[in-house]
């Protein structure tokens, strides 16, 4: 069993960072895939960026060049560092994990606000 608990989110102006934090309760170490969906007002949720395998790394158009995904194995810790955020920014962050046998589990979410 493994709980996913994100953090870090809040308010900030077009152009600022933010750093999302998302904390498991298990071993991180052995996954199949992890990452950041973002769900923005009133629409459906996509896909913003994943550590695949364990170290291959992919992002959302949207995403390249301004986030980073990274992780952090002694932590069980799994980060998302946004620069350059812009008001389209603005969604709730959930973070996910796919382990070896297929099994998906899902954070609460933080909200990230960006204001123009």
């Known amino acids: 069993q493994v709980q996913l608990v994100e953090s870090g989110g809040g308010l900030v102006q077009a152009g600022g960072s933010l750093r999302l934090s998302c904390a498991a309760s298990?071993?991180?170490?052995?996954?199949?895939?992890m990452g950041w969906y973002r769900q923005p007002p009133g629409k459906q949720r996509e896909l913003v960026a994943r550590?695949?395998?364990?170290?291959?790394?992919a992002y959302a158009d949207s995403a390249k060049g301004r986030f980073t995904v990274s992780r952090d194995s002694a932590k069980n810790t799994l980060y998302l560092q946004m620069n350059s955020l812009k008001p389209e920014d603005t969604a709730v962050y959930l973070c996910?994990?796919?382990?070896?046998?297929?099994?998906?589990?899902w954070g609460q979410g933080t909200s990230v606000t960006v204001s123009s």
């Open positions: 996910y994990l796919v382990t070896t046998s297929g099994r998906v589990y």
């Open positions: 298990g071993s991180i170490f052995s996954f199949k895939d």
């Open positions: 550590i695949i395998s364990g170290s291959k790394t």
